[in-house]
């Protein structure tokens, strides 16, 4: 005999496996080094270049007795809205940060012109994909050096 009770008891059904279409197994693999062949991995890398790159870059200045913030509007502000002829600010920004996730490192250029009277002006910022970076000394002078192989 059948009470109330047994109405609302879970009813235990038999395990059945999923079977994956195309017959194949749901794997999860490592990628060594290389974490940019996971989809997942450019997937929120292309998010997050997204949102930076809707970012309106500005060269400040901070006035360290006032502590006011002030927007200075010279070369470099004007090559941070358009780094170089080939490239908006956006696609540079994307590039960086693409750069930075996929290689942990990141180099620019910056193309200086020599005004008359002697002083530097900022002209461009030109990104650099490299293969290959060989920081060296000069025996001599004793500065630092960068050797870009591509």
């Known amino acids: 005999m059948a009470s109330i009770l047994d109405f609302f008891k879970k009813k ?14 749901n794997y999860i693999s490592e990628f060594g080094d290389d974490y940019y062949k996971m989809d997942t991995a450019r997937q929120a890398i292309e998010r997050i270049t997204a949102q930076m790159s809707k970012i309106d870059p500005r060269h400040i200045r901070r006035d360290n007795v006032n502590r006011v913030i002030t ?3 010279d070369d470099i502000d004007y090559v941070l809205h358009r780094p170089n002829e080939f ?14 996730y996929k290689h942990d490192n990141y180099f620019i250029f910056p193309k200086w012109r020599i005004n008359s009277n002697g002083t530097r002006t900022l002209e461009a910022l030109y990104p650099i994909e490299t293969s290959n970076i060989e920081i060296l000394e000069g025996i001599e002078t004793g500065e630092t050096y960068v050797k870009f192989r591509y």
């Open 71 to 73: 927007h200075v509007k």
């Open 12 to 25: 235990k059904e038999p395990t059945k496996a999923k079977v994956f279409i195309g017959g194949s197994n």
């Open 87 to 100: 490239m908006t600010t956006a696609d540079f920004i994307k590039k960086q940060i693409w750069g930075l």
